[in-house]
């Protein structure tokens, strides 16, 4: 009995809480996200054939339904809404689904646990070399969160050959996740930070990095007001750094806190076709261009239309032979953007944001020594506070304040801008040679003629 309750109880439930419910799974319209299928509630065995079933009274047959040769329903998906339920099912409704049928989350829809691998195996056969691609789209005022099974047992002594069992199960449940990562287009990273949460916990997909890592099209954002060398650094850095996470298996390339910046030199183009964008700085010696080309006068409709399936606003790639990636609104922004600052008002309308606006301010705290010489006389030398604000500008220029905190309460304040280096309000030289202390960042006061250092 023991060994019923333990098998039946670990097939395998993403959500510890308790499930009483199947999903509602109907016939439902969502013209932004493209959905004809909504389901709905908990996910509990038999929902895959209950959704067999509704696809085969649409189309008379669950393996006919391909929405890339579908007139009527071309592109359409399958909106979710669900707090998780069994992943066993779960894996059985990816199997129906993949390459035949596309997945959404809706603005204020949640998908959770069980359903967020449902969400991950929408996608759809080309019919071509290029097999089965990825269609899936996640609303930036959706909820999308992942965590790792949850084994649920009552109390109680069980035998080895009982536990051996359960640890079987919980084996074969990820096996079977990984066999069709392939075909689901889930990276080998996305299931190792699935795995990593506890199941009492979620990982959700709350950044523009978070989902653009992880091919997870994000929707229903802010459009860039302008095509800015900032906005172009973005986009290029972000799909530099996602590429190098996905073709490596040791993360070489990918930076998990995307901070750092690669390229220099954008050019903009804008043409009655649209814009064209280009910077060079990529690859091995930086000899790759990222480009960028983005379609003019973009509509809600031309938007929806964009979303429906291959289409796109423009495309992005590195270098003349790399694979291209869809310049979507989103990819435009800073990489640490949270999805919901970029929620806009309405779906039916498009509305803008400057990037600049958005980027986030960079703040750290870090103790270090500070120095005051007069030539090479030393005047003053204590312990420090460094407190540095960065904050970068549309043209690509970073601004950078620097507060030392002096153990007095006295600070030196060094700022450093597009128009030079300043001290204390007034105009500094920063020092490359003759510095009076090795290993440090040393400025001039020209109009006071004292140097201040201190140990970078």
Same mark, same amino acid.
């Given at each position: 009995m023991h060994m019923r309750i333990l098998v039946l109880l670990f097939l395998i439930l993403l959500t510890p809480a308790s499930m009483t419910k199947a999903a509602t799974i109907e016939q439902h319209t969502d013209p932004y996200m493209s959905c004809f299928l909504r389901l709905s509630g908990v996910i509990e065995k038999g929902d895959a054939d209950r959704l067999k079933a509704l696809l085969i009274q649409i189309y008379g047959s669950a393996d006919a339904y391909n929405p890339l040769y579908s007139d009527e329903y071309h592109g359409q998906r399958l909106c979710l809404d669900s707090q998780g339920g069994s992943f066993a099912e779960a894996i059985r409704i990816a199997d129906l689904i993949t390459g035949k049928l596309g997945t959404a989350v809706s603005r204020g829809a949640t998908c959770l646990s069980a359903c967020s691998i449902v969400f991950m195996a929408g996608s759809v056969s080309t019919e071509s070399d290029a097999g089965i691609v990825a269609n899936r789209k996640l609303h930036a005022g959706g909820t999308l969160g992942f965590h790792a099974p949850s084994l649920v047992v009552p109390g109680g002594s069980y035998s080895e050959g009982q536990v051996n069992t359960a640890y079987k199960i919980a084996v074969k449940g990820i096996g079977d996740l990984l066999a069709r990562s392939g075909d689901m287009k889930v990276s080998h990273t996305l299931v190792a930070k699935m795995l990593q949460t506890p199941p009492e916990d979620f990982f959700y997909i709350d950044t523009v990095h978070k989902a653009g890592r992880w091919l997870i099209p994000v929707v229903g954002t802010y459009h860039p007001a302008e095509i800015t060398p900032l906005a172009v650094s973005n986009a290029c850095?972000?799909?530099?750094?996602?590429?190098?996470?996905?073709?490596? +298996?040791?993360?070489?390339?990918?930076?998990?806190?995307?901070?750092? @910046?690669?390229?220099? =030199?954008?050019?903009?183009?804008? #043409?009655?076709?649209? %814009?064209?964008?280009?910077?060079?700085?990529?690859g091995q010696e930086g000899a790759l261009f990222c480009n960028i080309s983005l379609k003019a006068d973009v509509t809600a409709a031309t938007e929806v239309a964009a979303y429906s399936y291959f289409g796109s606003f423009g495309n992005?790639?590195?270098?003349?032979?790399?694979?291209?990636?869809? /310049?979507?609104?989103?990819?435009?922004?800073?990489?640490?953007?949270?999805?919901?600052?970029?929620?806009?008002? *309405?779906?039916?309308?498009?509305?803008? @944001?400057?990037?600049?606006?958005?980027?986030?301010? $960079?703040?750290?705290? /870090?103790?270090?020594?500070? &120095?005051?010489?007069?030539?090479?006389?030393?005047?003053?030398?204590?312990?420090?506070? @460094?407190?540095?604000? @960065?904050?970068? *500008? *549309?043209?690509?220029?970073? &601004?950078?304040?620097?507060?030392?905190?002096?153990?007095? =309460? /006295?600070? +030196? %304040?060094?700022? $450093?801008? %597009? #128009? =030079?280096?300043?001290?204390? =309000?007034?105009?500094?030289?920063?020092?490359?040679?003759?510095?009076?202390?090795?290993?440090?960042?040393?400025?001039?006061?020209?109009?006071?003629?004292?140097?201040?250092?201190?140990?970078?």
């Open positions: 850095n972000s799909f530099y750094n996602w590429e190098g996470d996905r073709i490596s +298996t040791n993360g070489f390339g990918f930076d998990p806190e995307p901070t750092e @910046r690669w390229g220099w =030199g954008v050019e903009v183009t804008r #043409n009655s076709n649209g %814009v064209e964008a280009r910077q060079e700085g990529y992005i790639r590195i270098g003349q032979d790399g694979l291209g990636f869809d /310049a979507s609104p989103a990819l435009f922004f800073d990489p640490r953007t949270k999805l919901a600052d970029l929620v806009r008002p *309405s779906d039916q309308q498009i509305a803008t @944001r400057d990037v600049a606006e958005l980027s986030p301010i $960079d703040r750290s705290t /870090a103790q270090t020594t500070c &120095y005051v010489f007069r030539g090479q006389d030393k005047r003053d030398e204590d312990p420090c506070t @460094r407190l540095t604000t @960065r904050k970068i *500008s *549309s043209t690509l220029h970073e &601004y950078q304040l620097d507060e030392f905190v002096w153990p007095s =309460g /006295a600070k +030196t %304040v060094i700022e $450093d801008t %597009v #128009n =030079g280096d300043r001290i204390n =309000g007034l105009e500094a030289k920063l020092l490359f040679t003759d510095k009076p202390v090795s290993s440090s960042r040393c400025y001039l006061n020209t109009s006071s003629g004292n140097t201040f250092c201190f140990k970078d």
